[in-house]
């Protein structure tokens, strides 16, 4: 999503979020984040506004002082910026690429399926399966930091037995453009 | 005048009492994660980056323990994980290629950038009145907008960053300021520093006769 990005031509405008858009937005989030309502507030306190940046392609970026912390495509679900995630690593499922796998993904590629259910990857045991379409921090073989954040494209006890093709769409991964923007 | 610690039990603050019930759940404090001051991973991916040599050279020095235990033999070992050995070669390689590739297009950058010409034009808008538009900073990795403000308050004038007939973003200040402004190049100031005066051009651009 944000292999190439940049500020000046892909977004197209940003715009203070309503007050109640912004109760509608972090009741949304707490829901769909494993976040404490007091983590969610020392990131996002309530009294602060959220900007809505604007971008090419149904993307929006939401900020608090310029800083990017959340991510959504189109009105699906909200994503945390890789740069939040690394500091709240535990409000997204994990699921864990192969060594193999980590310069694909650096390199913009979806996450085939084999990189996640072979020896080196990670998917949660059957009694904590993922649904397709869920959020979820890509961890890397050996790596303490997520090197990205996904989207479950296929539900993680049906990767394992299918196990071809796409598992999870990267959304935004480490040295993608967002990455590379600190402020907005 | 009794402070609020005096208060006696017959005549007790409500207000501090509601505030001694359960203390609010704290936040979790965010882990500090370390990042590569060279390539702005997690040292921990430098080796998937384009300068990995640098990264290597600005842990060791900054960070000798995060060093070994990144690069020592045993965790070279111990990294290749379940990887066979032939991908972790051709990994290797790769990393070996992209760096000498980020080289080459950073040489290559850097000549442009020493090439590149900042041009300061004196634009006549009437008799007395003058506005200077600079352009070319951008090259020289200068965030126009920042030097646009900075030349507003240096000379307490009017300044924006424009497009020009081309197209392309220029800081335009009100005013004849071009001699200042090549002064302040020259010494550098604020988000000026580091580029060479010897790139830096000043033209004029005469009012055309019958010009609107
Ligand atoms: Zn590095």
């Known amino acids: 999503m944000f292999k190439k990005f940049s500020p000046s031509t892909d977004i197209a405008g940003q715009t203070p979020v309503k007050s109640s858009v912004q109760r509608a937005i972090r009741a949304a989030v707490l829901s769909q984040w494993k976040i404490e309502p007091e983590t969610l507030e020392a990131i996002w306190p309530k009294k602060e506004g959220l900007v809505h940046v604007k971008c090419r392609e149904h993307i929006s970026i939401y900020t608090v002082h310029g800083e990017p912390l959340i991510i959504q495509h189109f009105d699906?679900?909200?994503?945390?910026t890789l740069r939040l995630l690394h500091k709240y690593p535990y409000i997204l499922p994990k699921v864990g690429i192969d060594r193999g796998a980590i310069r694909f993904l650096l390199a913009g590629a979806p996450m085939m399926c084999p990189g996640l259910t072979s020896k080196g990857g990670y998917l949660p045991p059957a009694d904590a399966a993922l649904p397709a379409g869920t959020p979820v921090a890509i961890h890397a073989e050996g790596k303490d930091n997520a090197v990205?954040?996904?989207?479950?494209?296929?539900?993680?006890?049906?990767?394992?037995?299918?196990n071809k093709d796409v598992g999870v769409?990267?959304?935004?991964?480490l040295g993608d453009d967002l990455w590379a923007l600190k402020a907005l | 005048m009794p402070s609020k610690k005096n208060a006696t039990p017959a005549n007790p603050a409500p207000a501090t009492e509601e505030l001694e019930g359960p203390p609010p759940p704290e936040p979790v404090s965010p882990?500090?994660?370390l990042y590569c001051a060279v390539c702005s991973f997690p040292p921990e991916y430098c080796e998937f980056g384009s300068s990995l040599t640098r990264c290597k050279e600005w842990l060791k020095e900054n960070y000798p323990d995060l060093y070994d235990k990144?690069?020592?033999?045993?965790?070279?070992?111990?990294?290749?994980?379940?990887?066979?050995?032939e991908a972790q070669t051709k990994l290797e390689k790769d990393t070996a290629k992209k760096e000498a590739k980020a080289e080459a297009k950073a040489d290559a950058a850097l000549k442009k950038k020493l090439a590149s010409q900042i041009t300061i034009k004196r634009i006549e808008r009437n008799k007395r009145k003058h506005v200077t538009a600079i352009h070319g900073l951008d090259a020289f990795g200068v965030d126009l907008k920042k030097a646009s403000k900075q030349f507003a308050s240096k000379f307490a004038t009017g300044s924006s960053v424009t497009k020009n007939l081309q197209g392309q973003d220029e800081v335009v200040v009100q005013g004849d300021v071009s001699d200042e402004i090549v002064d302040m190049i020259e010494a550098g100031v604020g988000v000026l520093k580091g580029i060479p005066v010897d790139n830096v051009e000043i033209v004029e651009e005469k009012k055309k006769k019958g010009g609107d």
């Not at chain 1, 479950?152 to 394992?160: A, D, P, Q, V, W």
């Not at chain 1, 769409?169 to 991964?173: A, D, G, M, N, R």
């Open chain 1, 76 to 80: 699906g679900p909200y994503y945390p």
């Open chain 1, 148 to 162: 990205g954040i996904g989207l479950m494209k296929l539900g993680s006890e049906e990767m394992r037995r299918i």
């Open chain 1, 169 to 173: 769409e990267v959304t935004t991964y």
């Open chain 2, 31 to 33: 882990v500090q994660v």
């Open chain 2, 70 to 85: 990144y690069y020592s033999e045993n965790a070279l070992t111990a990294k290749v994980g379940t990887l066979s050995l």
